[in-house]
């Protein structure tokens, strides 16, 4: 059995309001902008306790290796070198979302410097002129403002050269003093053989280790240009669009 046909409440589509082509007052313009600032706001500060809960993965995974080596026992000191891939892998985890955290902030200060502050200081001229056109063109077409390896760099310089040096220094501790304190160049030999593994794999880990952090730290340009520069200039600094990822 059909069901009865029953007719829409509510204006026809000729006395419905056509909201693209009518005019914008300043009480709905400021509005809008207030909301998105809030949108973009909370984005921003969710992809900055991402960041913290990556650096607290590598903090404590670490840690954990560290107490389980020196404990009790007799533990092979790979257990230790074991740390280093683990932390690089939340390295370059931590280093994907700081690009992510990266474009949410600099919307925000955008916002902040061209809209609040001309309010906060009575002087409706904002900094940038095209300012609003630039924040559309970004809202159609997000890009990352920094590449990947600038954003290694830059996590690697602030929170995990200090995760790789203590498990670097508590690995030759742990050469010098597992199973027993090594008194020659032989016995710190036979401490770094591991079964069927030579002497000079773990020299070379640790080597390549070092040679990768000063490498990020020396050989990789630091993102230096100031939200200023890459918004006005997109093609400097920016990488790829985040849409196509």
């Known amino acids: 059995m059909p069901f009865p046909a029953f007719e829409q409440d509510g204006p026809s589509a000729r006395d419905r309001v056509d909201y693209e082509s009518s005019p914008l007052t300043r009480a ?5 902008l207030v909301h998105l600032y809030r949108g973009e706001l909370y984005r921003a500060n969710a992809w900055r306790l991402r960041l913290d809960n990556t650096t607290n993965w590598a903090v404590l995974t670490s840690a954990g290796l560290l107490t389980f080596s020196f404990g009790e026992g007799a533990h092979s000191h ?3 070198l074991m740390g280093i891939p683990i932390v690089t892998v939340f390295l370059f985890f931590e280093a994907r979302r700081f690009r992510f955290a990266d474009v949410w902030r600099s919307r925000v200060r955008l916002l902040e410097e061209n809209f609040y502050a001309p309010i906060l200081r009575r002087d409706l001229s904002s900094p940038m002129e ?7 063109d970004d809202l159609f077409s997000p890009r990352f403002r ?6 290694v760099r830059a996590r690697f310089a602030r929170n995990y050269w200090p995760i790789y040096t203590v498990l670097l220094l508590s690995w030759v501790m742990h050469v010098q003093l597992k199973p027993l304190p090594a008194t020659s160049l032989a016995q710190v030999r036979e401490h770094l053989a591991g079964g069927l593994l030579p002497w000079w794999l773990p020299l070379a880990l640790v080597g390549s280790c070092i ?4 490498w990020l730290l020396l050989g990789v340009e630091r993102h230096q240009l100031t939200d200023l520069e890459v918004w006005e200039d997109p093609e400097q600094g920016i990488s790829d669009q985040i849409g196509d990822l």
């Open 130 to 136: 095209r300012w609003g056109d630039l924040v559309a």
């Open 146 to 151: 920094i590449t990947k390896l600038q954003a």
């Open 211 to 214: 040679l990768g952090g000063l």
């Open 28 to 32: 709905e313009y400021i509005s809008a």
């Open 78 to 80: 790979w257990i230790v």
